[in-house]
């Protein structure tokens, strides 16, 4: 039986970013794969400079069940301070960067995009060969290593991760999701008013799935890391759809 790991992620603000260059940081509410990926090795203890990342972000699948129904976009203006160009100049932390040379810092003008009380159902799926079984991923997630964020540090989690290990079909996990969550958030009326809205959409990069769900779009999202020091992304394909059986 294929082993699934999933587990639950709500917080006011969330922002997953797109590929992007420039003043406007734009979000899609579906987060990225590398996004999921990079969330998994904060909770793991996997630095970005470990060498052991690259392999780890050639494993797993990831589906996304997003309960969007009750949000809402903004975008926030605000300024930055950057130092100029120097591509000499290896900056470790923010607060590296803006201490160096604060004689050659300068002003930009920055908008950033997040939507708000969006819920997320999200199925982890063990590939052969993955350096970290999805039993050891569930227990990373329970007492993360680094603190875990919804896309930027601004956006803290909001309710425990609370991740389960389901077998079998991609589509019957995420029935399980429905019914294991709906049961979770019972007796909190905010919670189960998110949990009980709208959600017919699912997002996955499984392989053949054609005969749980029904594919209305097949979209490429450059978002697949392959090299993490030299900050280099593929495409993949993102499917999405319907489940064709009811929940």
Not at 36 to 52: M, N, P, Q, S, T
Not at 95 to 106: G, S
Not at 139 to 164: C, D, E, I, W
Not at 180 to 195: A, G, S
């Amino acid at each position: 039986m294929i082993k699934h790991l999933i587990f639950q992620i709500y917080a006011p603000l969330t922002s997953w970013g797109e590929p992007a260059v420039g003043e406007v940081r734009h979000s899609n509410i579906i987060p990225s794969r590398s996004a999921v990926l990079g969330f998994l090795a904060a909770a793991l203890g996997i630095r970005r400079d470990d060498e052991c990342i690259d392999a780890f972000n050639q494993h797993y699948h990831v589906a996304v069940r997003p309960f969007v129904d009750k949000s809402r976009w903004f975008s926030d203006f605000h300024t930055v301070q950057m130092p100029k160009a120097n591509k000499k100049e290896v900056f470790y932390t923010r607060f590296d960067e803006i201490r160096r040379n604060p004689q050659d810092l300068e002003t930009l003008l920055t908008k950033r995009e997040y939507y708000n009380d969006v819920y997320y159902q999200i199925v982890i799926t063990e590939t052969k060969g993955a350096p970290y079984s999805v039993e050891q991923i569930k227990q990373a997630l329970l007492t993360p290593v680094f603190h875990l964020y919804v896309g930027r540090k601004n956006s803290p989690l909001s309710l425990p991760l609370a991740p389960v290990i389901y077998e079998g079909l991609l589509s019957d996990a995420f029935v399980f999701a429905n019914e294991h969550y709906h049961q979770y958030h019972q007796l909190d009326p905010v919670l189960k008013y998110l949990v009980d809205s709208d959600a017919n959409e699912y997002y996955w990069d499984h392989p053949d799935q054609e005969a749980h769900f029904d594919v209305m779009k097949i979209q490429l999202r450059q978002d697949q890391p392959i090299n993490r020091k030299r900050w280099q992304f593929i495409n993949r394909q993102q499917y999405s759809g319907h489940l064709k059986r009811s929940e």
